[in-house]
């Protein structure tokens, strides 16, 4: 296990000193995030003042503002659709074969990578997040429960999310160049797990639709335990679904990639 | 001059004809393209019809508007991609690889063969696509829209996507400065963001940086109004104004930047 650890850590440490020879992503990606929330600041302001309501479906303003940057960070931080694109090049070129010759997983050797790759959004969002509830008090994290409650679901919906892209990117073994799964996926998932639009203002239809899918514990999940919008009660059986879904998503990107890897020709495509 | 520009434009049709053919070999991408075409669409539309489910207009907007909007959005996005995206997302690479070497030999404009070498060809198809849709809703529009409109709406829609290259151009040329910018696709499409929202919802100095300084309310939302509401002389000469501005600064920036260049090495 100690091995293990040792291991992968390395990946981790080694990625994280190549993203530190990167900073431009990390600045590009606050202004991402800063960029989009003043887009969604000046729609919903629109929307507010034209019907000239306080409220709409429980989120006043200024909720519905904190709502939305979280979700940002939370998009960002979770979307590894850029790991995946690596991991489909590395199959479809039949550059895997390093991974099949040496004592690594392919599946955990690009999370950690991924894992390594982000962490310059870590520190620069968790320090956004702290800054958070002292500049505006009240909208986000009311208690250091609710802290908890988001780290918890943050870790959840990163690795929920790369399961996810896992699967998809491994269809590469039978179709060789799958970037436009990958992507179609990326933009829809935008919407659909509630980055932009707080599911709760979705119709009801969709929304049903939503619910049984794992898409609502990509970003709506977290994000609705640090503003409170989700009571305490509903959190453990909330969590017990999510990592329900983050063991069946695994078992089936588990299954793809045996299937695949007896198709894989290891010559490239 | 008229010799020049029938030998540039015949070096483009074989630039299309090769990156069809290139293309064509990948159909499963061809198809993928198509596909996230179609998914980012529909995704921009659920998204507008979310916000109109609790508004009845974003400032002179009507969801009717929005709708045409958006597909003016898509079509000057597929337009770009055709022409433009295929090349200048590039230009990091070639830059730090030394491949622009290849380009800086050829006996043709530099500027011209790193904006125009490979055309994304599978855009067509979305872009008759859109111009279909945008057909039909003008057509199905509840206030008739003139010959003028339209005619008006052609030149600032084309002046739209030059003021687009400009930007976009500008961006990435960056590279020559930064030795190592990766990110400018990623920073275009951040600051392209601005223009697939309706003009109306900017407002004060945002707004009038939107209009000169990153002109991103002239690529989609003038071209709309122009169709809509009827061409606008102001709006039109000040849209050429800022396109002329924007072309002249690309060709100072890659003449700078050129000098800068250092081949492989870079």
Known sequence: MKAWIEKYFFVIRMTWIQALEYKANTIVGT??????????????????????????????????????????????????????????????TGDMNKYLI??????????????????????????????????????VFPTSFHIL??????????????????????????????RALVIAYNISNIVLSGQIIPLRLFPDSVRNIINLTPLQFLVDFPVSIATANLPMNFWLPKMGMALTWCIIITLVGRVIYRSGIRVYGGYGA | MEDMVRRYFSLWRSFF?????????????????????????????????????YVDAIGVFTR???????????????????????????????????????????????????????VKSYAIVSFVILLIMLTTLVLAYP????????????????????LWYGVDFIISSSCFWFKN??????????????????????????????????????????????????????????????????????RIIWKRGLLRYESASS
């Not at chain 2, 198509?34 to 998204?47: A, K, N, P, R, T």
């Not at chain 2, 206030?143 to 030059?162: Q, R, W």
């Not at chain 2, 003009?199 to 709309?224: C, E, H, Q, V």
Request: net charge neutral.
């Open chain 1, 102 to 139: 040496r004592p690594i997983s392919f599946f955990t050797y690009h999370f950690m990578m991924f894992i390594g790759h982000n962490s310059l959004f870590y520190i620069v969002y968790s320090t956004v997040l702290i800054l958070f509830p002292i500049l505006l008090p009240g909208w």
């Open chain 2, 181 to 250: 910018f990766s990110v400018s696709g990623w920073l275009s499409h951040e600051i392209l963001k601005f223009s697939t929202r309706p003009d109306s919802i900017y407002t004060g100095l945002l707004r009038k940086m939107l209009f000169s300084m990153i002109p991103m309310i002239l690529i989609a939302s003038i071209p709309t109004r122009t169709l809509l509401y009827g061409p606008n002389i102001q709006y039109l000469l000040w849209q050429l104004f800022i396109a002329m501005i924007f072309l002249l600064f690309t």
């Open chain 2, 64 to 118: 009717e508007d929005v709708m045409i909007f958006l597909v003016i959005t898509f079509l000057a996005d597929t337009f770009y991609m055709f022409f433009f995206s295929g090349n200048l997302f590039n230009l990091n690479r070639l830059m730090v690889r030394g491949d622009l070497d290849y380009f800086l030999l050829k006996p043709v404009n530099s500027q011209f063969m790193v904006s125009f070498r490979y």
């Open chain 1, 31 to 92: 202004f991402a995030i800063f960029s989009g929330l003043a887009i969604e600041f000046l729609i919903w302001k629109q929307v507010f003042q034209a019907q000239g309501i306080n409220e709409i479906r429980g989120f006043t303003f200024n909720g519905l503002m904190a709502y939305i940057f979280l979700c940002m960070i939370v998009g960002q931080l979770k979307s590894s659709w850029v790991t995946s694109i690596e991991m489909i090049d590395s199959i479809r």
């Open chain 1, 149 to 178: 409650g988001f780290i918890m679901a943050l870790l959840i919906s990163i690795y929920l999310s790369y399961a996810i892209y896992f699967c998809m990117v491994c269809f590469a073994f039978w179709f060789g160049e799958v």
């Open chain 2, 143 to 162: 206030k008739p829209i003139g010959i003028l409109n339209v005619f008006a709406f052609v030149i600032s829609f084309l002046m739209g996507t030059i």
């Open chain 2, 17 to 53: 004809d090769n990156s069809l053919t290139r293309d064509l070999e990948f159909k499963a991408n061809f198809i993928g393209g198509l596909l996230v075409d179609i998914i980012y669409y529909g995704i921009q539309f659920f998204f507008f019809s979310i916000i109109y489910s």
